[in-house]
Nanobody, 115 residues
Framework: QVQVVESGGGLVQPGGSLRLSCAFS????????VGWYRQAPGKQRELVAR???????NYPDSVKGRFTISRDNAKNTVYLQMNSLKPEDTAVYYC?????????WGQGTQVTVSS
């Protein structure tokens, strides 16, 4: 049974930083493409970072230069380093692990950026 578990969310002031973790179990982690998504109240879920099996990354313009995704295949974990956080980054952040035809989602972790 594949499981994906996010952690690291919390309350942070504008301009601050957080590092989210996505822990994976029950499969061969290294073959999965992993993405971080977020969903704010009343808005659609959106991609904020993605990393391939080979380590290539991509980001939307809204977070480019502030967020960094990385993976540690030995620890079956993907990280999302978030710097220079803004109130509009407030959302529930989800991790998704993908192999062709199958997606595995975590339960999400809340990130709140507020003074």
């Amino acid at each position: 049974q594949v499981q994906v578990v996010e952690s690291g969310g919390g309350l942070v002031q504008p301009g601050g930083s957080l590092r989210l973790s996505c822990a994976f179990s029950g499969g061969i982690f290294s073959i999965y493409v992993v993405g971080w998504y977020r969903q704010a109240p009343g808005k659609q879920r959106e991609l904020v970072a993605r990393i391939t099996r080979g380590g290539s990354t991509n980001y939307p313009d809204s977070v480019k230069g502030r967020f960094t995704i990385s993976r540690d295949n030995a620890k079956n974990t993907v990280y999302l380093q978030m710097n220079s956080l803004k109130p509009e980054d407030t959302a529930v952040y989800y991790c998704k692990a993908t192999i062709p035809g199958t997606d595995y989602w975590g339960q999400g972790t809340q990130v709140t950026v507020s003074s």
